[in-house]
């Protein structure tokens, strides 16, 4: 101890400071190192400043419909591309990426359709997380019936596939994004329980847990404060990966007519609506499927980055 | 030991299924509407729709109608579609080969590229051909597969149009190519109905196999040229999880001292990668493919719809949306047990590959 102490001194005499670096600062600059990750973490954050500054960006109002404009402001539904420096004419209104049928800017709908879909991924996954947590650390912690109970429900969630069990669920709840949203949320719950659980369960029977326990922790105490934090970096990863499954099954409800309803600018309807035009007007089908994938692929780079750089297996290579 | 273990997963197996009929049997409940007049129509009156419901058994407790429903189910009858009225067996028998065919067609071709892809990758570590692998399986796995799907048919049938590269946007064969079923040009009496003739029939629908045991190679070519790019559009997600997992295997076990000591004792390069490195990287191998079996049923809604299939998929949203409670009970438990049932052959084949999960 001393030794290390006169080692710190040493070091501060020598103008060096040995700063405590806290493991997210670690996990950090880890993930900086990745270029995949920087990839992905660029493509998020020009996604949140496009969100964010929808409105004053976006050129037009992305639910108004220009289908009774008088001409020379009147355009054809599912014009093409319209930009004024490659010779469109003057006297007519810009839209860059064109309309859609109802003439309505693509581009404009593009944009505020961001905000959709990242609300769609942080909402959904933050439902799950939290039920999932509660059940997962439930019937880890206390195990027995509980338990069995919660993990036999959770399997027979897991017997369906994903995206058919979300259609049955929007089913009954009626067609509409909130109830897809819950449809989602619903069905990715297993997968945060199983995660909470399985870090619940390494953790339960640990010295220090006993050592809470003697000195008069209540279970709450000793489930939040104690073992809960060690699920957490399993959990953002699962979470990150989620955000990007939970985005791609709402575009799939939406283009299914389950999702959301006109005339909401969300992308998966956006191409839905215009899926059978895709060999006149190929690119209102083209650009909405780039951008969701382009979003899913910026959570999935983020994901696998993060699994990475949280894994204490590869600590060396830091 | 085997054998132990065998039975005690199919055993683990049972309340899940107990579950998945439970969850079925609620969510046709729970879809919101009066069944009688979704049935019959609005205009029902009153009278009719108190009969309609004790004939069906809907006045009785809740409890004994899950009774019902699952004594009926364990006798093989799932009951009638309301809008085609026919047995819900006989839709099944007619529409399952659809999407076999295509789930199959779909796996087939992610692990024929996933698999080599990934052993590469993982061999070559850091190589250009590594890094261009795994852009590509992250672009994979983020494909909404709608969207590849259209893109697929407006390349390949439009763009590529009046070129030898062109294929269909849709449907499972063209019009005009005989599809005469394998019994009738064997010559076989089959009984009318009954379970030997269900089976002929799945199988007869099923066009590639039918076209090679008739020997019809005109269906044959046509069939596959329908069928690729579905299988493209479906499979590009298994494709790239299979290439990601495959290589992430691959590079566990090529870092082992046993691939060295192969390698020390004179091997070709060749031979310790296929000999001793890949075998004993199929362990994870296996759960991936497994699991993506599932997820192709659930991306076979979306692959049905676009490419014009009358499949499984298809036909429950179909159902869904048209409130058709006869088919949605019988086609989600029928991809449900299915489901459990590859879970079990994915944790079974994975004791047989891994003698030290048994003992666990």
Redesign the interface.
């Known amino acids: 101890m001393t030794h290390a102490n006169t080692k710190v001194a040493a070091l501060d005499a020598e103008g060096l400071s040995l700063k405590s670096v806290s493991l997210w600062q670690i996990t950090w600059r880890r993930l900086f190192r990745r270029r995949?990750a920087v990839v992905g973490l660029f493509i998020l954050l020009l996604l949140v400043i496009i969100a964010i500054t929808a409105q004053w960006i976006a050129p037009y109002d992305p639910t108004l419909s220009m289908l009774d404009a008088v001409p020379p402001q009147h355009i054809k539904p599912r014009a093409m591309p319209c930009v004024h420096i490659f010779g469109c004419p003057e006297d007519q209104p810009q839209h860059i990426l064109g309309v859609d049928a109802n003439v309505r800017d693509e581009f404009s709908r593009l944009l505020y359709g961001s905000r959709i879909s990242l609300w769609i991924g942080f909402a959904t996954v933050t439902f799950a997380i939290v039920i999932g947590t509660v059940l997962g650390a439930v019937g880890g912690y206390f195990g027995g019936w509980l338990d069995n109970t919660i993990m036999?429900?959770m399997?027979?969630?897991l017997?369906?596939?994903?995206?058919?069990l979300a259609?049955?669920?929007v089913?009954?709840l009626?067609p509409g994004l909130t109830n897809a949203l819950l449809a989602i949320g619903i069905v990715s719950i297993p997968a945060y329980a199983r995660v909470v659980r399985a870090s619940v369960l390494s953790v339960r029977e640990m010295d220090y847990v006993s050592a809470t326990r003697a000195l008069g922790g209540s279970n709450l105490q000793i489930l939040f404060r104690r073992i809960l934090p060690n699920a957490l970096t399993p959990l953002i990863v699962q979470g990150t990966l989620g955000i990007?499954t939970a985005i791609?099954d709402a575009?799939?409800l939406s283009?299914?007519?389950l999702g959301a309803q006109p005339p909401m600018p969300e992308w998966?309807k956006m191409?839905?609506d215009e899926?059978n035009q895709?060999?006149t007007a190929?690119h209102l089908?083209?650009l909405?499927?780039?951008a969701?994938?382009?979003t899913?692929?910026a959570f999935?780079?983020i994901g696998?980055g993060l699994r990475d750089a949280l894994d204490p297996r590869l600590a060396h290579v830091s | 030991m085997m054998i132990q273990y065998i039975t005690r997963r199919v055993l683990a197996a049972i309340p899940v299924l107990f579950g998945i009929l439970f969850v079925t049997f609620a969510l046709a409940r729970l879809i919101p509407g009066d069944p009688c007049r979704a049935i019959l129509g609005e205009k029902a009156t009153e009278a009719i729709c108190d009969r309609f419901i004790r004939e069906k058994g809907l006045d009785k407790p809740i409890l004994t109608q899950f009774g019902i429903y699952v004594s009926d189910i364990a006798r093989g009858n799932f009951g009638d579609s309301i809008r085609y009225s026919l047995p819900v067996t006989r839709l099944l028998a007619e529409r399952l080969p659809t999407t076999v065919e295509l789930s199959f067609a779909a796996l087939f071709v992610s692990m024929l590229i996933g698999i080599p892809l990934g052993v590469v990758s993982a061999v070559r570590h850091n190589s250009w051909a590594d890094v261009v692998t795994m852009v590509w399986a992250n672009i994979g796995v983020s494909m909404p597969v709608f969207w590849l799907g259209l893109m697929l048919a407006y390349v390949f049938s439009l763009l590529l149009k009046d070129t030898p590269f062109w294929l269909p946007p849709s449907g499972r064969v063209s019009p005009g190519v005989p599809d005469d079923p394998f019994f009738e040009v064997w010559k076989l009496t089959l009984p009318e109905s009954g379970f030997i003739f269900s089976v002929c029939q799945f199988i007869s629908r099923l066009n590639i196999l039918n076209a090679l045991l008739t020997a019809n190679w005109e269906l044959l070519k046509d069939s596959i040229k329908h069928l690729i790019l579905p299988a493209i559009a479906l499979g590009t997600i298994p494709m790239a999880l299979i290439a990601r997992m495959a290589r992430s295997a691959m590079l566990e076990v090529l870092g082992q001292d046993y691939i060295r000591t192969a390698r020390a004792k004179g091997l070709t390069r060749y031979v310790v990668i296929t000999k001793h490195a890949f075998r004993n990287s199929l362990l994870p191998l296996v759960t991936v493919i497994g699991l993506s079996l599932g997820g192709l049923l659930g991306g076979a809604v979306l692959t049905e719809t676009i490419f014009g299939l009358s499949g499984v998929g298809r036909t429950l949203y179909d159902a869904i949306t048209a409130r058709d409670y006869g088919i949605v009970q019988a086609f989600t438990v029928v991809i449900a047990v299915f489901f459990v049932l590859l879970n079990l052959i994915v944790d079974i084949s994975y004791a047989y590959l891994d003698p030290r999960i048994r003992l666990t």
């Open positions: 995949s036999r429900v399997d027979v969630l017997a369906f596939p994903s995206l058919l259609i049955a669920i089913t009954v009626g990007a791609l575009a799939a283009f299914l007519g998966g191409l839905a899926r895709v060999f190929p089908v083209f909405p499927g780039l969701i994938m382009l899913v692929l999935n780079l696998d």
